[in-house]
T-cell receptor
């Protein structure tokens, strides 16, 4: 089976812009979670989707949003980018909400 | 608050040395426990997991971990490390089948 794929792999934006990141889960997986990884804060949970519904949300401002489509693919959007949003954004998928999560390679976002 | 602590931030070992990385979590109900590894330039991979049953779990590449409920610990061990084990190791906990909470990670460097 193909693993979790994320596009794009690298992204450079400027402050104030918005960005959309995409995640395709492993075939058959219905749960998708998003994490932000930074050297200072480590891995922090953003949100989790299951069957197109947001099941859980982390402590991030409303500028961070996401959605899941009927084919389980997910997108996350960050509006009004700030320098501090520079990070590696990781997507993970699992068959169900209580199962082991498998991670994608991440999207490296740099905000200038 | 639910949290995960990894006390060793940076560990340096010679090949063939034994490894033990600490992981402690705060009390919060039923837990599922994980160790993930991130090799340089690669994505997070699952090393091993504990959901229930035998508290000594074996993972890939000769790693094992022991769940000690009374100590709220899930330490990772390997009897003899190799240069290829150089990576960052993350302990993660899911409380009551909720989102994953990650520790800050331990950077392991193994010298030949």
């Amino acid at each position: 089976k193909a693993g979790v794929t994320q596009t794009p792999r690298y992204l450079i934006k400027t402050r104030g812009q918005q960005v959309t990141l995409s995640c395709s889960p492993i075939s058959g997986h219905r749960s998708v979670s998003w994490y932000q990884q930074t050297p200072g804060q480590g891995l922090q949970f953003l949100f989790e989707y299951f069957s197109e519904t947001q099941r859980n949300k982390g402590n991030f401002p409303g500028r961070f949003s996401g959605r899941q489509f009927s084919n389980s693919r997910s997108e996350m959007n960050v509006s009004t980018l700030e320098l501090g949003d520079s990070a590696l954004y990781l997507c993970a998928s699992s068959p169900g909400v209580t199962d082991t999560q498998y991670f994608g390679p991440g999207t490296r976002l740099t905000v200038l | 608050a639910q949290s995960v602590s990894q006390h060793n931030h940076h560990v340096i070992l010679s090949e063939a040395a034994s490894l033990e990385l600490g992981c402690n979590y705060s009390y919060g109900g039923t837990v599922n426990l994980f160790w993930y590894v991130q090799y340089p330039g690669q994505h997070l991979q699952l090393l091993l997991k504990y959901f229930s049953g035998d508290p000594l779990v074996k993972g890939i590449k000769g790693f094992e971990a022991e769940f000690i409920k009374s100590k709220f610990s899930f330490n990772l061990r390997k009897p003899s490390v190799q240069w290829s084990d150089t990576a960052e190791y993350f302990c993660a906990v899911s409380y009551n089948t909720d989102k994953l909470i990650f520790g800050t990670g331990t950077r392991l460097q193994v010298f030949p």
